[in-house]
């Protein structure tokens, strides 16, 4: 059993939850400095919210993320760093996305312009590996979460 195994059955075990481990993964573009640098906002606590490109779960046959559901956020190095559950969950198009949503994400100066800006270059680079372009009515998947558990190596 890996280490992210192991915790969820500690966690799970002890909130009297289901053994079946849930999804593990890691904010960002995969990079380990971008996984690092969001995953320790989380932890501080000024990272509670995040968004995809909804048309991404379609390509990748990804689901949409449920109220309720526990995720378990992974450090750069895909290690386990957090527990979180999701609190809320909205598909609207970006130019829609409120100034609340874009500081719940906790990035650069916690503005609606640096989110926009920062999400907007995100968004065209990921689309473009699909042949896709950019436009402000895309489709977002905006996700609302609480930390629910602190990994802690032990």
């Not at 109220?67 to 527990?83: C, T």
């Not at 198009?93 to 100034?99: A, C, D, R, T, W």
């Not at 950019?134 to 629910?148: A, D, G, I, R, S």
Request: charged share 20%; with cysteine; aromatic share 12%.
């Amino acid at each position: 059993m890996t280490k992210i195994e192991t915790y969820w059955q500690q966690f799970a075990a002890k909130h009297n939850l289901s053994s079946e481990l849930p999804e593990a993964w890691m904010f960002g573009d995969g990079s380990p400095e971008m996984a690092d640098e969001l995953g320790h906002l989380v932890v501080k606590g000024i990272k509670t919210g995040t968004c995809s490109a909804f048309p991404l779960y379609e390509l990748e046959g990804e689901e949409i993320p449920q109220v309720g559901q526990y995720e378990m956020i992974l450090d750069g190095r895909n290690l386990s760093l957090a527990i979180i559950q999701t609190t809320k969950v909205e598909i609207l198009p970006m130019n829609q996305v409120s100034e609340e949503f874009a500081r719940s994400e906790g990035e650069g100066d916690l503005s609606y312009r640096y989110w926009y800006d920062a999400h907007e270059a995100f968004f065209l680079q990921a689309l473009r590996a699909y042949g896709l372009e950019f436009t402000p009515e895309l489709l977002l998947v905006c996700q609302n979460f609480q930390m629910v558990d602190l990994y802690q190596n032990t």
